[in-house]
């Protein structure tokens, strides 16, 4: 119900139940001032910026209704029953693969073209806003979400979803980019508190967002569910207001997760435009109850309706749309997934399978694949490609057996068939990996094992055939232990959407040479993982105790040993580096170029990662990052020259003192990598980077900053040394550690000590001249 501070609506109600009872209406109700207690407008404005059902706005004020349904990897339309945790059935859409999976090709061109397919295919379903992509940060394999998350790197993540929104708006169709900010987790993911340092989250877990939003100007972001450090982010001020619109210059609408919105008036006033999915006139009530009383500007109801306005014109429908070409759409989630699967291993060549071999197919999951995660963005597929019907299609029935392996009944029995079918083979190529059920939005893993009966079927069937081959199907990492090493090559095939079988086969089969590189780390041991100690947390709060030092960033920077680093992945092909040069650009950008040549007889892709390793630092950095990279397609013999420009925030680190980008003024090195730890080849490159005026001391000050002025210090440690003695002069040389002793008391109190005794007016004099050199410096 609408709010009624003034009893004008229940008046009127009065007065209509007396004209229905043939009595007349009171005086009162009819002399009642109602345009000064119930203002229309206010309330047509409030109900706009709250869901009429689940997937669609209401409309009014001239402001037209739109649709908006769940993404990121396809369209899930849903008719009839309507719900966003995938528990109904939508319309048939092409599922392109998921972000873990698509995240490893590394490919922009490929991924803007998914995003306008994506569009092509949200505007002949009549939908105006696809609600993806999600780019939130895969701090830990554990997360139920990190089959929908593009990386563990911000910087990967940022370049692709960028892509992304691109290509889906360049059809007309809006993007909402999620989840706005620090969703890592599913536990207790509507109540958390993600408690993060303010680097981390400039450095690691905000930058993603900022790129696409400054890059791309997506129409919507989609708030998160959890809060950051203590505050939910739908009521954020800080996150909403501060930070995206005012420092980002963000202009566009920010909408509520499905749900997330604790307080509607607190969300309104930290800048969150537009509640979903509809609550009737619950949050209409609040809205109008807030301005009427004063505790809400009424400018924010403006605002907010405002940037819907601009959103529904932008992504207004035509009277007519065309179907999209299913065809053509099933062939490029065929050729995506191809370009997204990562060959992890592949000793004695024993991939791709050749004419003629006798091949084993082994698992159920080779005849009922696993191609995407479960909960709000399940996708109903146009067809479904199997694996086991395209590698017989490509290598002739007669010379593909086929064993389930492990399913419901004896799993004795499966497992010998599976054993006894890779002794009569050549090759057999086992299919492993997890269920919707293990990964899926509402919940996270509890550990990174494979199912027991997988791992079960791998020990029995390896070393039976001349070569064993493992495909992994899994939208989150797996362990490869204790397996590993008892199999000649292993296939990651992540969840790879409608056309996982013809991907698959493709480039087992060597029709597609793989160029997919692993987007996150491959540990050894779940207990390896930087976050391993902290995730989930307990009691309502998260604390991302591991700052900076996420996924690569942790392992290369302590030297532990993972099972595949981040960037690996192995191709049918060889490639070489030369002459790599590093040139200063400006103050704070340089441009790095470097020759990379196929050396191998098939034509492949090979991805160059530029990586940095900093200057030295006062604070303590990852001991690389990815600063760029670029996929190249090269024939055989064929090289090229990749040129990769490095911006100031390649640089940078996030300053938490002084609340600003920093960059360390030093010697960086640029390393050229076949992976986070493969380095090929190095240069270095020397920038100028950021340097402060001297700031002028008080008592407060610490002894530190005392010696360490430019002005000050000399002539403080000439001024102490001019009546020691020898003796107190050799003592200083000997003990140059003594000064380090005291360097974070502050001079007041140093000043006093016994021996020190730094007299008033001289710490006077040193202060003024400390505030002449700040002056000199402007």
Known sequence: MLPDPAGVLADWERGFAALAAGEEIPAE????PVAETVDTGLVEQARLLTGRDFWSTNEGAGVASMVMVDGPHGVRRQEGTADNLGFNDSVPATCFPPGAAIGSSWDRDLIREVGTALGREARALRVNMLLGPAINIKRSPLGGRTFEYLSEDPLLTGVLAAEYVHGVQSTGVGTSVKHFAVNSQETDRMQVSAEVDDRALREIYLPAFERVVTEANPTSIMSAYNAINGVFASENRWLLTELLREEWGYDGLVVSDWGAIKDRVEALRAGLDLEMPGTGEEGTGAIVAAVREGRLDRGAVDEAVARLAALVERTALPAETEPFDADAHHALARRAAAASVVLLRNEHATLPLVAGQRIAVIGALAEHPQYQGGGSSHVNPTRLDVPLDQLRAALGDDRVQYAPGYGDTDADALRQEAADAAAEADVAVVFVGLYEKDQSE?????????PADHVALIQAVAGRAGRTVVVLSNGGVVSLEPWHDTVDAIVEGWALGQAVGSALADVLTGAVNPSGRLAETIPLRLEDTPSYLNFPGDNLAVRYGEGVFV????YTSTGHPVRYPFGHGLSYTTF??????????GPDAASVSVTVRNTGEVAGSEIVQVYLAPARSSVRRPVRELAGFAKVELAPGESATVEIALSRRSFAHWDAGKDRWWVQPGTYTVEIGRSSVDIALAAD???????????????????????GHPVVGPALMQAMMA????????????????LKMVES???????????????????EQLIELSHAAEVAAL
């Open 442 to 450: 509402g919940f996270d893993r509890t550990h990174i094992d494979l």
């Open 723 to 738: 009546d020691a003695s020898q003796e107190q002069l050799d003592a200083a040389d000997d003990n140059g550690n003594m």
């Open 551 to 554: 996924g690569y960033r942790y």
């Open 29 to 32: 109700i009819l002399t009642a």
């Open 685 to 707: 490159v020397a920038i100028e980077g950021d340097t402060d005026r001297p700031e002028p001391l008080t008592l407060g000050s610490t002894v530190g900053e005392w010696f």
């Open 576 to 585: 070489a580096y030369d002459a790599v040069e590093a040139t200063v650009t």
């Open 745 to 763: 008391m502050p001079m007041g109190q140093f000043a006093r000590f016994p021996g020190v005794e730094i007299p008033d007016a001289a710490l």
